[in-house]
Nanobody, 128 residues
Framework: QVQLVESGGGLVQAGDSLRVSCAGSGSTFNTHAMSWFRQAPGTEREFVAYTSATGASAYYADSVKGRFTISRDNAKTTIYLQMNSLKPEDSAAYYC?????????????????????WGQGTQVTVSS
């Protein structure tokens, strides 16, 4: 079981950058693939970015590719999402999630139901 706590959300303007973090607890943090999802009011939770347990592999939703970067520091049991060139449509609650496996196939890694542990979320609001 991995406990996850997100932080770093806030209110920014379109075109700005923001980095959100997800701190994990537990000695098994570095054995879990991790992802970021987001959810705006009235919408389903949407996949954003994925990293394998070692950080060697990353995968992004088309909507954020080239603007967002996922990374992890296993020594600090933390993953990050660097968001550049933010747009109003990026506004949402951002959640990190831990998968039971170290590497997850492309089909499963984008599905919220594949993940076992979730943080409480951090709100990102981008004004136009």
């Amino acid at each position: 079981q991995v406990q996850l706590v997100e932080s770093g959300g806030g209110l920014v303007q379109a075109g700005d950058s923001l980095r959100v973090s997800c701190a994990g607890s537990g000695s098994t943090f570095n054995t879990h693939a991790m992802s970021w999802f987001r959810q705006a009011p009235g919408t389903e939770r949407e996949f954003v970015a994925y990293t394998s347990a070692t950080g060697a592999s990353a995968y992004y939703a088309d909507s954020v590719k080239g603007r967002f970067t996922i990374s992890r520091d296993n020594a600090k049991t933390t993953i990050y999402l660097q968001m550049n060139s933010l747009k109003p449509e990026d506004s949402a609650a951002y959640y990190c999630a831990a998968h039971r496996d170290a590497i997850v196939g492309v089909g499963a890694r984008t599905q919220a139901t594949s993940y076992d542990n979730w943080g409480q979320g951090t709100q990102v609001t981008v004004s136009s």
